[in-house]
């Protein structure tokens, strides 16, 4: 019997072990089923969206406020470079893998004269040339990528944020991959704008962007010459509608509040399901979790003689990139592995497509019931393409990891 079938006899899709978007909770996939409701109606505003931004303040650890909004993690780091930035604003951007070279070419188009520091994919930041080039053009924001998805790195966001607060600019940390997974310590960092999306370590659908916002990047709205381009994903536009006067708002308490672009009613219900799941989880618990999940995963790889892309100081416990052996092509490997065993990873991007491969562990597949038939599925597929490892050392060396008390 083919082992696809083994594995998801009941599944149409292959279980994803991608980088986002990821498996869904239950919960969260029931409260997609709630009857339709209506977008500008007194009781979404007051029981389904106001009751999710503050329970993500949690989740972002932050007193600031967190916008949600339809769309996706770019969309996040679209609205906030459009609403921050104005022309001819000075923005260094960290360039350490493809995501953050992404957030360059955001900021290009929102019109910032941009200057990269640039990062060789997988290896760490200099801290001290960071400084003085944050020094040397004196920008209005600093903006950097917490988890590089596509190289499985994360970068050092508090050390940034003190660095960049001593320089009076704001920082702006892209946390797509890691917030709901790893520690994000937003106001303890200096985070003036943090950026994310629904569908990765949070386990909400995708279609959700969201944002938070310090004091610093309202007073950088304000003060703007001009308004945002944007009228939909203005982020100021929420500070005059919908935020309350208590909280710093324009709004007078107790009077209706009026969305700025109208949010999708059943996608809000799925992350407010996937936000309590978060908390009722413990936050810590739930970065302890992805932290064994990772280890036992890199355990795995290290006991089939699979290398890490990135350097060892870096290795990300969302996810995943390391190198495929000498002669296999990586997109193979994902044909085979979805086709014989129903389990979805991904090939590396850009420059490193064609020799490494991503896999995510977050949310509810930070566990040993898929990070275990993942690793199994690595090396029969890998078997079956012509390279030969241990048979089931990577499930033990993982197992082990699980099994530590200290797990």
Same mark, same amino acid.
């Given at each position: 019997?083919?082992?696809?079938?083994?594995?998801?006899?009941?599944?149409?899709?292959?279980?994803?072990?991608?980088?986002?978007?990821?498996?869904?909770?239950?919960?969260?996939?029931?409260?997609?089923?709630?009857?339709? @409701?209506?977008?500008?109606?007194?009781?979404?505003?007051?029981?389904?969206?106001?009751?999710?931004?503050?329970?993500?303040?949690?989740?972002?650890?932050?007193?600031?406020?967190?916008?949600?909004?339809?769309?996706?993690?770019?969309?996040?780091?679209?609205?906030?470079?459009?609403?921050?930035?104005?022309?001819?604003?000075?923005?260094?951007?960290?360039?350490?893998?493809?995501?953050?070279?992404?957030?360059?070419?955001?900021?290009?188009?929102?019109?910032?004269?941009?200057?990269?520091?640039?990062?060789?994919?997988?290896?760490?930041?200099?801290?001290? *040339?960071?400084?003085?080039?944050?020094?040397?053009?004196?920008?209005?924001?600093?903006?950097?990528?917490?988890?590089?998805?596509?190289?499985?790195? @994360?970068?050092?966001?508090?050390?940034?944020?003190?660095?960049?607060?001593?320089?009076?600019?704001?920082?702006?940390?892209?946390?797509?991959?890691?917030?709901?997974?790893?520690?994000?310590?937003?106001?303890?960092?200096?985070?003036?704008?943090?950026?994310?999306?629904?569908?990765?370590?949070?386990?909400?659908?995708?279609?959700?962007?969201?944002?938070?916002?310090?004091?610093?990047?309202?007073?950088?709205?304000? *003060?703007?010459?001009?308004?945002?381009?944007?009228?939909?994903?203005?982020?100021?536009?929420?500070?005059?509608?919908?935020?309350?006067?208590?909280?710093?708002?324009?709004?007078?308490?107790?009077?209706?509040?009026?969305?700025?672009?109208?949010?999708?009613?059943?996608?809000?219900?799925?992350?407010?399901?996937?936000?309590?799941?978060?908390?009722?989880?413990?936050?810590?618990?739930?970065?302890?979790?992805?932290?064994?999940?990772?280890?036992?995963?890199?355990?795995?790889?290290?006991?089939?003689?699979?290398?890490?892309?990135?350097?060892?100081?870096?290795?990300?416990?969302?996810?995943?990139?390391?190198?495929?052996?000498?002669?296999?092509?990586?997109?193979?490997?994902?044909?085979?592995?979805?086709?014989?065993?129903?389990?979805?990873?991904?090939?590396?991007?850009?420059?490193?497509? @064609?020799?490494?491969? *991503?896999?995510?562990?977050?949310?509810? @597949?930070?566990?040993?019931?898929?990070?275990?038939?993942?690793?199994?599925?690595?090396?029969?597929?890998?078997?079956?393409?012509?390279?030969?490892?241990?048979?089931?050392?990577?499930?033990?060396?993982?197992?082990?990891?699980?099994?530590?008390?200290?797990?």
């Amino acid at each position: 019997m083919d082992s696809a079938i083994r594995w998801g006899a009941t599944r149409a899709q292959p279980v994803l072990m991608i980088p986002g978007p990821t498996e869904l909770p239950f919960p969260v996939v029931q409260a997609m089923n709630e009857p339709a @409701t209506i977008q500008y109606d007194m009781n979404f505003d007051v029981n389904v969206l106001e009751p999710v931004t503050l329970a993500l303040r949690d989740i972002f650890q932050t007193r600031g406020e967190v916008i949600a909004m339809p769309g996706s993690g770019r969309t996040a780091l679209e609205a906030a470079a459009i609403s921050a930035i104005e022309p001819g604003d000075r923005v260094l951007v960290v360039e350490a893998g493809a995501f953050g070279a992404l957030m360059r070419d955001i900021m290009t188009r929102a019109g910032a004269e941009v200057t990269e520091h640039s990062v060789e994919w997988g290896r760490p930041l200099d801290l001290a *040339r960071l400084e003085q080039d944050i020094a040397r053009v004196r920008p209005k924001a600093v903006t950097m990528v917490h988890n590089e998805t596509s190289t499985g790195t @994360t970068y050092p966001a508090a050390e940034v944020g003190r660095i960049v607060k001593r320089h009076g600019a704001l920082f702006m940390l892209d946390t797509v991959s890691s917030l709901g997974g790893l520690d994000v310590r937003t106001d303890e960092w200096g985070v003036d704008f943090n950026m994310t999306g629904s569908q990765k370590c949070l386990a909400a659908p995708l279609g959700m962007a969201i944002v938070s916002v310090g004091s610093a990047g309202w007073e950088a709205m304000e *003060r703007r010459k001009h308004k945002a381009t944007s009228w939909a994903y203005d982020l100021l536009r929420w500070k005059e509608n919908w935020i309350p006067a208590s909280r710093g708002g324009h709004v007078p308490d107790g009077t209706p509040r009026r969305q700025p672009v109208s949010i999708p009613t059943h996608l809000t219900q799925a992350l407010g399901a996937a936000s309590r799941l978060v908390l009722e989880e413990g936050i810590e618990h739930r970065f302890r979790r992805h932290a064994v999940a990772g280890r036992a995963f890199r355990a795995g790889l290290d006991a089939m003689r699979l290398q890490m892309f990135a350097d060892a100081s870096l290795l990300s416990n969302t996810v995943s990139c390391f190198r495929t052996p000498a002669g296999i092509d990586p997109a193979k490997v994902v044909g085979h592995m979805r086709q014989h065993h129903g389990i979805l990873i991904g090939t590396g991007l850009d420059k490193i497509r @064609t020799s490494t491969l *991503r896999v995510g562990h977050m949310g509810i @597949t930070s566990s040993p019931l898929y990070v275990l038939p993942t690793l199994s599925a690595i090396e029969m597929t890998l078997r079956d393409l012509g390279f030969r490892t241990e048979s089931g050392a990577g499930v033990a060396a993982a197992q082990a990891v699980f099994a530590s008390p200290s797990a």
